[in-house]
T-cell receptor, first 113, second 107 residues
Framework: ETGVTQSPTHLIKTRGQQVTLRCSSQSGHNTVSWYQQALGQGPQFIFQYYREEENGRGNFPPRFSGLQFPNYSSELNVNALELDDSALYLC????????????FGQGTRLTVV | KNEVEQSPQNLTAQEGEFITINCSYSVGISALHWLQQHPGGGIVSLFMLSSGKKKHGRLIATINIQEKHSSLHITASHPRDSAVYICAVLYGNKLVFGAGTILRVKS
């Protein structure tokens, strides 16, 4: 068990709505990365947060935004949901920016109808 | 073209067989991860490699930095090994994932 927890585990939203997904990183980890995994595909990098600042972003539109809090937990916000946003959203934490070992949460399964 | 290519995409084996899953990548990396994903989505990190070989139980992972290639081997496979195995490489600050290999081990 990694200690990275995500909530909620499952979520159904309607197109156009907004959603917030949460991730509690493993104790002592200050770096959190978010990934989107569409059905049957490998995860895709959304963005990374290090010490409350965004530290890199993948090819996702601005309606995907995030936050990292002083306790290093993190949120992923998606506005104006589209059907294609239906996916598993994974959070991974690392001890720090230069530590290559990543610990993954169980993911949040988002369905947009 | 994906930066990380895995093969095979699907693999069915009989219990007890030796299994190899391959991963090739196109640019220099700082580390490579082998991950296991069960139905429902949770990902477990099996290995993190930057050189050489690692072994954990029936699992062995190797990496050849010059050839930009890694393999994951499962000895004496068991039905509980059935899962998706994903190779992910660390480029800068982000992990880039392969599409995964779906492994099914039959008893």
């Amino acid at each position: 068990e990694t200690g990275v927890t995500q909530s909620p585990t499952h979520l159904i939203k309607t197109r156009g709505q907004q959603v917030t997904l949460r991730c509690s990183s493993q104790s002592g980890h200050n770096t959190v990365s978010w990934y989107q995994q569409a059905l049957g595909q490998g995860p895709q990098f959304i963005f990374q947060y290090y010490r409350e600042e965004e530290n890199g972003r993948g090819n996702f539109p601005p309606r995907f935004s995030g936050l990292q809090f002083p306790n290093y937990s993190s949120e992923l916000n998606v506005n104006a949901l589209e059907l294609d946003d239906s996916a598993l959203y994974l959070c991974a934490s690392s001890l720090d920016l230069w530590n290559t070992e990543a610990f993954f949460g169980q993911g949040t399964r988002l369905t947009v109808v | 073209k994906n930066e990380v290519e895995q093969s095979p995409q699907n693999l069915t084996a009989q219990e007890g067989e030796f299994i190899t899953i391959n991963c090739s990548y196109s640019v220099g990396i700082s580390a490579l991860h082998w991950l296991q994903q069960h139905p429902g989505g949770g990902i477990v990190s099996l290995f993190m490699l930057s050189s050489g070989k690692k072994k954990h139980g029936r699992l062995i992972a190797t990496i050849n930095i010059q050839e930009k290639h890694s393999s994951l081997h499962i000895t004496a496979s068991h039905p509980r090994d059935s899962a998706v195995y994903i190779c992910a490489v660390l480029y800068g600050n982000k992990l880039v994932f392969g599409a995964g290999t779906i492994l099914r081990v039959k008893s």
